[in-house]
């Protein structure tokens, strides 16, 4: 590669979570992206061993995506959500409730992650109030989750760094504990132990009364702190401590959506059905800013239901809320997952990739390994201040040719759909050669 764009000036983009006086010094570009690889400023070619973030299970550079794009912007560039609309949004939102667990209907859409979560927040209040039962003020989350960057997701955040900072905008939240099982560094699959850590749900209806209880979030499988995989009969127990005590099932399903785990959702890989879903990342490819909320035909209609025909019923939504160009690339997106069966190539997949990453195991530097579907946690032996180890290691990762999302010593492995063997055998030689 020889046409390397290099920016006149690093200085003024301020980048998120990034360190970026350091990065500034030693800046990492990708120029430029096509199947499972990226390409660096400097001509390096790098395997993306983490679908960028999660997001591009497809393959970088589809072309369908972008002629669907570029065709939609052509013919109708934005069209205002509120109260009205385009055809494609109601297209999509057909397609994805297609695949979506059964009473799962409905979708609102969003522009991100964080966005589906605050979204969600506000359509478990909505439910309640229109039920008379706007007593459930309180929320349940856990230990070690990620929803997201914006106020309601921070507040639910499990995550110290993430909040830390920051003024929880919902003082009613407590937290379950994680389900990292501290004895069993190396599991993969799910544990056969820890069933009962779910019965923090019903402490917390017992210690709060149920009927103040709003909704329980939880990622199915906690991705950006280390791939942690529920118990065995985990959700399952959430399940029905919620149905025991009207607390709303709320499943983060921004990493876990559009097949990561092998199955369209979490909930289908598990056999546990929320009341809601957050979807974002896959759900385009990763090749426009999008996120959805799937939810229960009994939430939509006891919502909208509540007020009068012609009265606007949930009092939320976002200027680019189904935008045409999103919706355009969510399409071909889901179409493209459909006509090549990508669902069931990751699921093929899965073993040999689990089967390589399990590998690394003998490592010295290497102190946990969990992993489900095509996902990975790999924790390192800390070396100095927490994270340190993890941030210069995958710095190091990348000049050797693989990026890989860290969240301080951990790396989280997510592997593209259409990855072939070869391309799981050179990542798990880059991570050894890397480690060793
Ligand atoms: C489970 C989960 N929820 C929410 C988010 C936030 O998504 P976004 O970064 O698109 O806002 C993420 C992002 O990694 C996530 O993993």
Not at 39 to 61: E, M, Q
Not at 66 to 92: C, I, K, M, R, W
Not at 228 to 254: M, S, T, W
Request: some cysteine; overall charge negative; glycine content about 10%.
């Amino acid at each position: 590669m020889d046409d390397l764009s290099f920016p006149n000036s690093l200085e003024e983009h301020w980048m998120p979570f990034t360190a970026n006086r350091e990065f500034k010094k030693d800046p990492r570009l990708v120029v430029k992206s096509s199947g499972v690889h990226l390409w660096d400023h400097r001509g390096g070619k790098i395997l993306d061993g983490s679908s960028g973030l999660f997001c591009v299970p497809a393959g970088h550079g589809r072309t369908e995506i972008a002629d669907a794009v570029h065709a939609q912007l052509l013919v109708n560039d934005y069209t205002a959500p509120f109260q009205s609309s385009h055809p494609g949004s109601f297209e999509l939102a057909r397609k994805i409730t297609a695949i979506t667990p059964e009473d799962i209907n409905h979708v609102f859409f969003t522009n991100s992650g964080s966005e589906s979560i605050d979204t969600a927040l506000k359509i478990v209040m909505a439910y309640h109030r229109a039920r008379g039962e706007g007593q459930r003020t309180r929320f349940v989350s856990r230990d070690r989750a990620y929803h997201g960057v914006n106020m309601g997701g921070v507040s639910l955040a499990g995550m110290v760094k993430n909040r830390e900072t920051f003024t929880s905008v919902m003082p009613n939240v407590v937290c379950l504990r994680h389900t990292m099982i501290g004895d069993e560094p190396y599991l993969r699959g799910q544990p056969e132990k820890g069933v009962e850590l779910a019965d923090d749900l019903e402490r917390f209806a017992q210690t709060y009364g149920g009927s103040t209880i709003a909704a329980c979030f939880v990622e199915p499988i906690a991705g950006s702190t280390g791939c942690l995989v529920p118990p065995k009969g985990y959700l399952e127990r959430l399940r029905e401590i919620c149905d025991a005590h009207g607390i709303l099932l709320v499943f983060d399903e921004v990493i876990t959506g559009f097949g990561r785990l092998g199955t369209p959702f979490a909930a289908d890989a598990f056999g546990v059905v929320p009341d809601i879903m957050t979807m974002a990342k896959a759900l385009t490819n990763g090749c426009q800013p999008m996120g959805a909320v799937g939810v229960k035909d009994m939430v939509y209609e006891t919502v909208t239901e509540a007020s009068p025909q012609s009265a606007i019923e949930f009092f939320h939504g976002y200027t680019y809320s189904g935008h045409p160009a999103a919706c355009a690339a969510g399409i071909a997106t889901q179409d493209i997952y459909k006509n090549e069966g990508l669902f069931d190539k990751a699921a093929e997949l899965s073993e040999y990739f689990l089967d390589k990453m399990f590998e690394l195991e003998s490592l010295d530097k290497v102190v946990g390994i969990r992993g489900y579907g095509l996902m990975a946690g790999i924790d390192l032996k800390p070396e100095g201040a927490p994270g340190a180890f993890g941030t210069a290691l995958q710095k190091e990762l990348f000049w050797n040719g693989l990026h890989v999302k860290f969240t301080g010593d951990t790396g989280i492995l997510a592997p593209q759909f259409i990855a072939t063997r070869e391309n799981i055998d050179s990542m798990v030689d880059i991570l050894r050669e890397s480690l060793t």
